[in-house]
């Protein structure tokens, strides 16, 4: 029975071989391009392909069309001529046109008639949440990091664009860092949170527990959303001190300085508080390496009652329907960030039972791409 795995490992192999040397063949797909019933597979695998090859040019469509806040624009004014647009964005008309073409093939704009573009229904979608323009605009530091991207993965570039905005994940002790190196990237993580917030807690309903601390928390945002939906629940979130103090902050701007504090320090080298019995890591898990967050699992199960939880809340690797971004977008990013990696739901429980924590589940979400929810228990 020992053989079971590597036998179907070497069947699977074989199908796969076999499965590819027709695929590889130009005979079969003029074939399968012109036989009706696999017409719609080859024409469908033939747009895959050419939209992985053309990807890059697609992503800087994208990232003009945010630069210039032409999608922000339209959705403010409503459709316009190609003449006001192009004066909009200071370029030539025939350039202006160009762009509006491709991103109507992308549906960020679309064609009204009469000479007028206005918002398409991804650019519609993009409205809903400020933060995908705003990593489309970050992303220009990732573009600088693959502008050479066999090197950047042979090791050439210890030192990427990425692994400088990301203060923490460089060398300097993240307990030192001063709230003008934190800030820009604390403000990009709560406007791209937001979605991520109501989506965690459409999946979990935190009534019940008296003291939730979110590890992690930036300026609070996660438990702004769960201070709406749970009004009873105590709320403590611990960060960096120079991040807690901008948390402070925003307690006291939400009127919530009578039931939320922020603890400032290091949660992989500092003891963490005790008193709560919820504990939430909202995508702080792929952006570390699997020792530190061993680590910092041991801390919160000792930190947790025996009758607390962990909400664990991030995009995973292997998602249905999201491969990609879990594999290609996260683990390039995240590389080129310089630490940290995504991960299986199963990776993940792994690292959760090893640090302590005896019942595990993975939760549903609404929308699995993204985020996903794990709740841990010892």
Partial sequence: MATGAPSEALWRGGFLSLRNRILSNPAFQRWAAAFPLTRPIARRRARHLFDIVAGFVYS?????????KLLDHLHAEGPQAVPELARYMDMPEENCLLLLKAAASLKLVEYYGRGCYGLGAQGAAMMAN????????????????????VGLLRGHYPQTRLGEYWAYAGDTPPTTLAGERITPYTQLMSVSQQLVAEEILDAFNPAG?????DLGGGNATFLSAVARRAPDIELVLYDLPAVAKQ?????????????ATAVG?????????GGADLISLVRVVHDHNDDHILGLLRAVREA?????????????????????????YFGVYLFAMGRGRPRTPAEIE???RESGFSRVRLLNTRNPLLTRVMLAQP
Avoid: N, W
């Fill in 60 to 68: 800087q469509v994208l990232y003009t069309c945010v630069r210039l």
């Fill in 304 to 328: 947790l009652p025996d009758d607390g939880a962990l909400l664990l809340a991030e995009p995973m690797s292997g998602t249905r329907g999201a491969e990609p971004i879990g594999d290609a």
């Fill in 209 to 213: 527990y008296k003291r939730l601390m």
């Fill in 350 to 352: 792994i690292l959760l």
């Fill in 130 to 149: 400020p933060g995908i323009a705003a990593m489309v605009d970050h992303h220009a530091m990732l573009y600088e990091d693959l502008m050479d991207p």
């Fill in 247 to 259: 948390a402070r902050e925003t307690f006291q701007a939400q009127g919530l300085g009578h039931r």
């Fill in 265 to 273: 320090g290091d949660f992989f080298t500092d003891e963490l508080p």
